[in-house]
């Protein structure tokens, strides 16, 4: 697989953004980019393991390291939520 290079993980181009329905201390979370998605992973993620959630911090680092493209990180995001029962919200801009 060809390597696509290191991105700018804080540029929101090109990303759907996302809001989590977090529960506890933080209710919502807004996912706008790469950097969103390794803090809500990192530090909001109500739990540190199961299988969707490993994978989607794999694909975060990759997509930031430009392994594979941001969609990747945002499509494990949302399989992870599901894991843990977030319910995740479209964001239209």
């Not at 909001?44 to 392994?67: F, M, Q, R």
Request: glycine share 6%; hydrophobic share 50%.
């Amino acid at each position: 697989m060809p390597r696509l290079g290191l991105v700018d993980w804080r540029r929101s181009d090109d990303f759907a953004p996302l809001m989590l329905l977090m529960s506890g201390q933080e209710k919502s979370r807004l996912v706008r980019s790469l950097s969103d998605v390794a803090k809500a992973l990192i530090v909001a993620w109500p739990t540190d393991d199961g299988k969707e959630y490993v994978e989607a911090v794999k694909s975060c680092l990759d997509a930031i390291h430009g392994n594979v493209p941001a969609k990747a990180a945002h499509a494990a995001l949302i399989r992870a939520a599901d894991e843990a029962g977030i319910p995740v919200i479209a964001v239209v801009h």
